[in-house]
């Protein structure tokens, strides 16, 4: 079975940090993303990483947040530092795979990320 599954969010003070982690099973991902869905506003790239090891951040969170990928572990994770409250989230895991003849997006259930000021 193909599928992604999040962890690691939760209730955090401005300023804090938090790890998310992302396990996929089922199929190698080529590209691996993380995205987040603010309350009432649409969902949006936060950050994703290639096969080949090439990051792109958005700039809201570009200096702040890490996102990095084990491959033993099929396992990427996203390290946010110095969050804020804006930062509160539902954060989804996102990969492409190649499934069924064609290239696929694959999301994980997501996570809930919430920053007290």
């Known amino acids: 079975q193909v599928q992604l599954v999040e962890s690691g969010g939760g209730l955090v003070q401005a300023g804090g940090s938090l790890r998310l982690s992302c396990t996929a099973s089922?199929?190698?991902?080529?590209?691996m993303a993380w995205y987040r869905q603010p309350p009432g506003n649409q969902r949006e790239l936060v950050a994703r990483?290639?096969?080949?090891?090439?990051?792109d951040y958005a700039a809201s969170v570009k200096g702040r947040f890490t996102i990095s990928r084990d491959s033993a572990k099929n396992t990427v994770y996203l390290q946010m530092n110095s969050l804020q409250p804006e930062d509160t989230a539902v954060y989804y895991c996102?990969?492409?795979?190649?499934?069924?003849?064609?290239?696929?997006?694959?999301w994980g259930q997501g996570t809930q990320v919430t920053v007290s000021s």
């Open positions: 990483t290639t096969s080949g090891r090439n990051t």
């Open positions: 996102n990969g492409a795979a190649w499934l069924g003849g064609a290239w696929r997006d694959v």
């Open positions: 089922g199929v190698i991902f080529s590209a």
